[in-house]
């Protein structure tokens, strides 16, 4: 069997999972249903084609909201979506009802925390050391009064002792140096291949990384740069840094920005700082938060985007986020809503703490949120805080129960912590957020409209805080905090209890987002923002709506099999043209050289002379050759002889 043809069965072997394998992983957000939840359909809103399955939105899965979530439905809605037309789109080129997206769509990715080469060898070390050794001074072997034997003995050994050095200690760790080398190249391009697929598929108009960008915060200034540059080159490698111009802190410019308007921000990374970037508050101090900043962005600071409305609804085709019938009269009631985004540096809320200036500066920083809100009766205004360690709740209900541990020296400084403690999550809820278990209170304690997104648990969460009056507040939640307490049920069960649209219960929902590194599955969070007014779009007080979706990817094992096989599969394709042509060559260069050879024989045989006749020294080789048409005289006679007298016919 030719060993073309064997290489050639292995590639139709491996073709079909080769290219099964590859079409899922780079488009997995389709074949998993990946998608920003949607604002309802109304009643209202026009009759036009739009990007979505082809059936009752009163059947679709929807939050609590009304929302629809994962509206193109994978694979198994691929039929079901309708075709985009001419008609269907205006002077533009944009989808008439692409206000039926939701104008805020954050893509939120947690705890990537790269890994660095602090345990490879550097640069100026030796690749091997024991050669070093092998041709150093240390083997001279022995004193010089020591017997020559002596001394030949002792090189000897030492000689093969650098040698068992060589293959015991520097091969397998200059080997284990290349596997670590390749496993970061890997990762690095694992976790940019989660970001590009989420953000070409879904479009975020915003992107955030909620804390843990690098995976220690004892590394030095050097690594940390090293590690600075992959996650802007490698990984997030069309994101932009946020600006200090842009990253302010002091509500300066509420609410200036128009949301969409500025398209940057689909560039821009919203960067967290955690515990492994800055660690936590028994180790902050101002060289961790200086490079921080330098290299991620500030660690405290908000920003106001004001929701573009046009006078109604289809009316200015130039504004580039048309916004639906239902946003449009909702504004009526309420001409400005808002969203304030917050990025809080959670890390120095508790102690006791190394440096009391910046858990001052972060206190500081509450208060200027505190004093530039609005009141909590206007709920024209979304407050999104970003952060990293999640809040305060009981064992049992995320994977991560609250944990607290101290440095017995150093006076006892904070060294780890799974939660904030209850005191500070209390702080976050009733200061950022106004809520209060006091019922005459403003806005009867409800607080502001808002949602919480951290990381720090790389499992994930999703919960509902609330303030528990009573311990019948939430049935099947076996809520083991007395009344008057803040407490937290998993989101499933508050909504089953109606705790999310209750009107007497303060609470707030908290987002942990599951971290994005491969072995929890590169999972990337979507949270959709918009504004609605009463039911069915009707006039009156305008609220903001949340909805949030997981995104899920495979472990990073089966990226790495899929680009194997695929190399594997190159390789493979290579080798098998490289075969076929060595096989085929010399095939056609024996036929070339039969025919010269066949040629040259011919011309030995025959021979010509000044009258046009050829002497034949063997008529059997003439007759062998097929010598056709020529005059031919016999050597012994000299009588012209033809091909019919040779016995030869044509």
């Given at each position: 069997m030719p060993v073309s043809a064997f290489l050639l069965a292995l590639c139709r072997f491996l073709l079909p999972p080769a290219i099964i394998s590859t079409v899922y992983i780079y488009l997995y957000p389709f074949f998993h249903g990946c998608e920003f939840p949607e604002p309802p359909s109304q009643a209202t809103?026009?009759?036009?084609?739009?990007?979505?399955?082809?059936?009752?939105?009163?059947?679709?899965?929807?939050?609590?909201?009304?929302?629809?979530?994962?509206?193109?439905?994978?694979?198994?809605?691929?039929?079901?979506?309708?075709?985009?037309?001419?008609?269907?789109?205006?002077?533009?080129?944009?989808?008439?009802l692409s206000g039926r997206k939701a104008p805020f769509r954050l893509l939120a990715l947690g705890d990537p925390q790269l890994e660095g080469d602090t345990s490879l060898p550097k640069k100026h070390e030796p690749i091997f050391p024991s050669l070093s050794d092998f041709f150093g001074p240390n083997m001279s072997g022995g004193e010089d009064g020591s017997p020559a034997i002596t001394r030949v003995f002792i090189r000897i050994m030492r000689m093969l002792q650098s040698l068992r050095d060589l293959a015991v200690e520097d091969m397998p760790r200059l080997?284990?140096?290349?596997?670590?080398?390749?496993?970061?190249?890997?990762?690095?391009?694992?976790?940019?291949?989660?970001?590009?697929?989420?953000?070409?598929?879904?479009?975020?108009?915003?992107?955030?990384?909620?804390?843990?960008?690098?995976?220690?915060?004892?590394?030095?200034?050097?690594?940390?740069?090293?590690?600075?540059?992959?996650?802007?080159?490698?990984?997030?490698?069309?994101?932009?840094?946020?600006?200090?111009?842009?990253?302010?802190?002091?509500?300066?410019?509420?609410?200036?920005?128009?949301?969409?308007?500025?398209?940057?921000?689909?560039?821009?990374?919203i960067n967290i700082a955690g515990n492994h970037d800055i660690g936590y508050s028994g180790e902050i101090d101002e060289p961790a938060i200086n490079r921080f900043e330098k290299q991620f962005g500030r660690v405290n600071w908000?920003?106001?985007?004001?929701?573009?409305?046009?006078?109604?609804?289809?009316?200015?085709?130039?504004?580039?986020?048309?916004?639906?019938?239902?946003?449009?009269?909702?504004?009526?009631?309420?001409?400005?809503?808002?969203?304030?985004?917050?990025v809080l540096n959670d890390m120095n809320l508790d102690g006791p703490v190394y440096s009391p200036s910046h858990q001052s500066d972060t206190y500081s920083f509450i208060n200027r949120?505190?004093?530039?809100?609005?009141?909590?009766?206007?709920?024209?205004?979304?407050?999104?805080?970003?952060?990293?360690?999640?809040?305060?709740?009981?064992?049992?209900?995320?994977?991560?129960?609250?944990?607290?541990?101290?440095?017995?020296?150093?006076?006892?400084?904070?060294?780890?912590?799974?939660?904030?403690?209850?005191?500070?999550?209390?702080?976050?809820?009733?200061?950022?957020?106004?809520?209060?278990?006091?019922?005459?209170?403003?806005?009867?304690?409800?607080?502001?409209?808002?949602?919480?997104?951290?990381?720090?648990?790389?499992?994930?969460?999703?919960?509902?805080?609330?303030?528990?009056?009573?311990?019948?507040?939430?049935?099947?939640?076996?809520?083991?905090?007395?009344?008057?307490?803040?407490?937290?049920?998993?989101?499933?069960?508050?909504?089953?209890?109606?705790?999310?649209?209750?009107?007497?219960?303060?609470?707030?929902?908290?987002?942990?987002?599951?971290?994005?590194?491969?072995?929890?599955?590169?999972?990337?969070?979507?949270?959709?923002?918009?504004?609605?007014?009463?039911?069915n779009g009707a006039e009156g007080a305008g609220r903001w709506q949340v909805e949030y979706a997981a995104c899920p990817f495979v472990i990073q094992h089966v990226w790495w099999a899929v680009h194997v096989i695929d190399l594997v599969l190159l390789g493979l394709l290579l080798a098998t043209a490289a075969a076929y042509l060595g096989e085929r060559l010399p095939e056609r260069r024996q036929v070339k050289l039969k025919g010269q050879a066949r040629d040259e024989s011919l011309t030995s045989l025959i021979s010509e002379d000044e009258s046009g006749s050829v002497s034949v020294k063997s008529v059997s080789n003439v007759r062998s050759q097929g010598a056709q048409g020529v005059n031919v005289r016999h050597k012994a006679n000299e009588v012209p002889v033809t091909p019919t007298t040779l016995g030869y016919r044509a």
């Open positions: 809103e026009p009759e036009v084609c739009y990007l979505k399955p082809v059936q009752d939105p009163s059947n679709s899965a929807k939050g609590p909201n009304g929302a629809v979530s994962g509206s193109r439905g994978g694979l198994w809605g691929l039929g079901k979506q309708v075709a985009h037309t001419w008609q269907d789109l205006n002077e533009k080129g944009q989808n008439k080997l284990g140096g290349w596997r670590k080398r390749l496993d970061l190249w890997g990762n690095d391009y694992y976790l940019a291949h989660v970001y590009r697929s989420m953000k070409w598929w879904t479009g975020p108009s915003h992107i955030t990384v909620l804390g843990d960008l690098v995976g220690s915060q004892w590394i030095d200034d050097d690594e940390f740069s090293w590690r600075g540059w992959r996650f802007w080159n490698r990984i997030f490698s069309d994101g932009q840094m946020i600006e200090d111009s842009i990253a302010l802190g002091d509500g300066s410019n509420e609410p200036e920005e128009e949301l969409g308007k500025d398209t940057t921000w689909e560039n821009r990374i908000d920003r106001w985007f004001r929701l573009p409305l046009t006078s109604s609804p289809g009316d200015d085709p130039g504004i580039s986020t048309p916004r639906s019938t239902f946003e449009f009269a909702a504004a009526k009631s309420n001409p400005n809503p808002a969203i304030r985004l917050v949120i505190i004093s530039t809100s609005h009141p909590v009766e206007d709920p024209s205004v979304l407050t999104i805080l970003l952060t990293h360690v999640p809040l305060h709740k009981r064992a049992g209900v995320c994977v991560d129960g609250p944990y607290f541990s101290y440095y017995e020296e150093n006076a006892g400084l904070l060294r780890e912590q799974n939660h904030l403690s209850g005191f500070s999550s209390r702080q976050v809820l009733e200061a950022i957020f106004g809520m209060s278990g006091v019922q005459d209170a403003p806005n009867a304690g409800m607080g502001r409209s808002g949602v919480i997104l951290d990381g720090h648990d790389h499992e994930g969460c999703d919960v509902w805080h609330y303030f528990n009056y009573s311990k019948s507040t939430a049935p099947g939640a076996e809520d083991q905090s007395s009344d008057g307490e803040w407490a937290a049920v998993p989101y499933p069960i508050a909504r089953r209890a109606k705790l999310p649209v209750s009107s007497e219960i303060p609470g707030i929902r908290e987002i942990t987002v599951r971290s994005m590194m491969g072995s929890y599955g590169g999972n990337a969070g979507l949270l959709s923002a918009w504004y609605e007014g009463g039911a």
